[in-house]
């Protein structure tokens, strides 16, 4: 499984970013998908997750009416649209295949992860 994300970049606080991330190696629509973030000198966290079918939806609290995640199984890519930025979303944000159909938050819920994209908003 090869998980490819894009879309980081520079951005002011208050704009808008959209991440993605393309799979290849499994059969993508089988699977949920998740994004996560980790700043400088902070753990990894769960930002959002998707299931298979788009039919579940979960979001941080930190996150919840900035952000959206959607998928396209016909592309086997997953999105991250990101609005409103603030500085304190800076991080390397990454992609993660869930083990199984479901939107979890939890990191040993995911087995295969990208190699992650850095977002940095500056104030």
């Known amino acids: 499984v090869r998980l490819q994300a894009s879309g980081g970049g520079l951005v002011q606080a208050g704009g808008s970013l959209r991440l993605s991330c393309a799979m290849s190696g499994r059969a993508f629509s089988n699977y949920a998908m998740g994004w996560f973030r980790q700043a400088p000198g902070k753990e990894r966290e769960f930002v959002a997750a998707?299931?298979?079918?788009?039919?579940?939806?979960d979001y941080a609290d930190s996150v919840k009416g900035r952000f959206t995640i959607s998928r396209d199984n016909a592309k086997n890519t997953v999105y991250l649209q990101m609005n409103s930025l603030k500085p304190e979303d800076t991080a390397i944000y990454y992609c993660?295949?869930?083990?199984?159909?479901?939107?979890?938050?939890?990191?040993?819920?995911?087995?295969?992860w990208g190699q992650g994209t850095l977002v940095t908003v500056s104030s």
């Open positions: 998707i299931s298979w079918n788009g039919g579940r939806i």
């Open positions: 993660a295949k869930a083990r199984d159909r479901l939107a979890l938050p939890a990191t040993h819920e995911y087995d295969y």
